[in-house]
């Protein structure tokens, strides 16, 4: 008997240990690293394939059972190549979407205007940073009454903190702009400046198309039984998507780790989403088809945007994190969460009627018990999102928190959410 106290004993040490081990700084910034490997990670790019396939095998490795759910959406329009060029300068550009469709390439080299007659010229337009993920009623109008005034295109800069081409969310049903729309960084906003007030020709080079019911994947893993706890991330964004949702898929991996290596006593479903830049299609499709009836499911958590970020000051980058960083609560995981965040830096947002990113899908399913951390950071949606945005020792409180909570719900069940 002694013996096999001894060995379960042996046992339960060697779970804890590996559980310490995965939420070391250390461990969630390799992940994090990995996710950066693939580069672009917009849906349907081989970079969000090749996630999918590394974020299962994680999964499968760790004791899960795992299965692919096909998400289709209708359209994705893919970016060869975009420029913009002015006085021999050629900077890098986006196209805004949703681009014309019989524009989806094209050459132009024309003057460019800001106001007046624009008819046939580029039109210069720049718009202020709402501080939002999403096109919102605004930047959507003053583009559209730009459109109005038949340009033969928009140059258009978003000031956001990084001065870098910004790029906002959007959904399946958006129609495409009238005339093509192409972002680039504020940061060069002068040399096009000069061009206006000198009539230079500028010239905009756009090689993309469209692509029609475009597949990629949702990853779906479960392990254990009795109380249902569902545990979300997104997968995919604009560019690189580096800190916006590599702490996310790293606190992901390390607490669905976790959950195998202690041997928690709870059904857990994990749920990786893809299409979340265009229309969230990925956690639409799991809430509809896939996912535990709410009745059913003791409590969500989520691992959203941008939850374990440097702050940036004049001087470069702090140790500090990102100012706006949320805990996304229902009502419910209020007290839960106080205890178990208590030493993580975030603003609290309990939310009634509107949560935030695909929080705001879960709520809106009638799921009673959430909470989440989503947040912002400087190079948040641009190019610029790289590994310098974050590192092991802002990642590890996040983690242990998140675990922490998971721990308590698991323990305490109904009665950790009042």
């Not at 975030?346 to 989440?372: C, I, M, P, S, W």
Request: charged share 20%; with cysteine; net charge neutral.
């Amino acid at each position: 008997m002694r013996r096999i106290l001894m060995a379960t004993m042996a046992v339960l040490m060697i779970g804890q240990a590996a559980a310490k081990d995965v939420l070391s700084g250390a461990s969630l910034y390799e992940d994090v690293t990995r996710y950066a490997s693939f580069g672009l990670h917009r849906f349907g790019s081989p970079g969000d394939l090749a996630t999918a396939d590394w974020i299962a095998a994680e999964l499968k490795t760790a004791g899960f059972e795992v299965r692919s759910q096909p998400v289709v959406l209708g359209r994705q329009y893919v970016v060869e190549q975009a420029s913009a060029e002015a006085a021999g300068r050629s900077v890098e550009a986006t196209p805004f979407w949703w681009p014309p469709e019989d524009r989806a390439s094209f050459r132009l080299a024309a003057p460019l205007a800001r106001d007046g007659d624009v008819a046939g010229k580029i039109l210069l337009l720049d718009l202020p940073f709402d501080r939002g993920a999403y096109l919102g009623p605004a930047h959507r109008a003053a583009i559209t009454e730009a459109a109005a005034k038949k340009p033969a295109a928009i140059l258009l800069t978003i000031g956001n903190p990084a001065d870098d081409r910004f790029a906002y969310n959007v959904t399946q049903e958006d129609t495409p702009w009238p005339v093509p729309v192409v972002a680039v960084g504020a940061k060069v906003r002068g040399t096009f400046e000069r061009a206006l007030a000198s009539g230079a020709t500028v010239t905009l080079d756009v090689k993309g198309h469209y692509e029609r019911d475009v597949a990629s994947r949702n990853v779906i893993a479960e392990t254990g039984a009795g109380p249902t706890i569902v545990v979300s991330t997104p997968m995919t964004g604009w560019y690189t998507c580096v800190c916006e949702r590599g702490p996310g898929i790293a606190n992901f991996l390390a607490l669905a780790r976790t959950v195998v290596a202690e041997k928690w006593p709870a059904h857990f479903v994990f749920i990786a989403t893809a299409g979340h830049e265009i229309g969230h299609g990925g956690m639409e499709l799991f809430l509809k088809n896939g996912a535990p009836a709410p009745k059913e499911t003791l409590a969500w958590i989520h691992f959203g945007s941008s939850n374990a970020c440097y702050a940036f000051a004049e001087g470069g980058r702090t140790d500090r994190p990102e100012e706006e960083r949320y805990l996304v609560l229902s009502k419910s995981a209020v007290a839960l969460t106080d205890e178990a965040f208590a030493k993580v830096d975030a603003k609290r947002l309990v939310t009634e009627k509107q949560a935030v990113g695909e929080l705001r899908d879960v709520h809106a399913a009638g799921y009673a018990n959430f909470l989440g951390m989503a947040g912002r950071h400087r190079t948040f949606h641009t190019p610029s999102d790289d590994l310098a945005a974050t590192g092991p020792d802002i990642l590890e409180p996040v983690a242990r928190a998140f675990v922490q909570a998971a721990r308590k719900i698991v323990e305490r069940g109904n009665a950790a959410f009042r």
